[in-house]
């Protein structure tokens, strides 16, 4: 699967100058939720992560997905794992379980994001589920940015990951762009101004 074209295609994949949440600059932006616009692309894309999952022998009774970015991914992968779905949101900054939600003593559950960079979100909703008596069976996202390892690769996981290394965390393909320190940016140092994502409306 090429998960590069189909995330242009649906010009989830965009090309400028980009001044990310983290404060640094980068040429490219992944805007998720445009390849989750059209439920075909993201049945395909689930049932292809769910393809993984099944062959690494992985049993979930759950996927959980924190709020918001990885419902629509997390939701999709639990119709084909063919199991229950639920979610964590952040309330005043902290991760919880609310809806009525609830987890049961041992369940097994599988924590889904739409894009892992760092794994934060991802790790804090797995710990909500621990301390509710649930089991981490593994992590699963669409996209990687390269700083977690992939179940299927071999290489080490680098330091700005902080999924555990002893769950298998699943994902399609990785996106590794460069970012750059605003000082060091080449693409300002051509003379462009870097533009927060979404702020031209999209
Ligand atoms: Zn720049």
Redesign the pocket.
Known sequence: MDLRAIYKDANALLEG?FLLSSGK?SKYYLQSAKVLEDPKTAELLATKLAELINEAGIKADTVCSPALGGILAGYELSRALNARFIFTERVNKVMTLRRGFEVEKNEKILICEDIITTGGSALEAAKVIQDLGGEIVGFAALANRGFCKIYSENKEQKKECKLPPNKPFFALGNFEFEI?D?AD?P??KEGSS?MKPGSRGN
């Open positions: 100058h600059h750059y605003p940016c693409l300002c870097a």
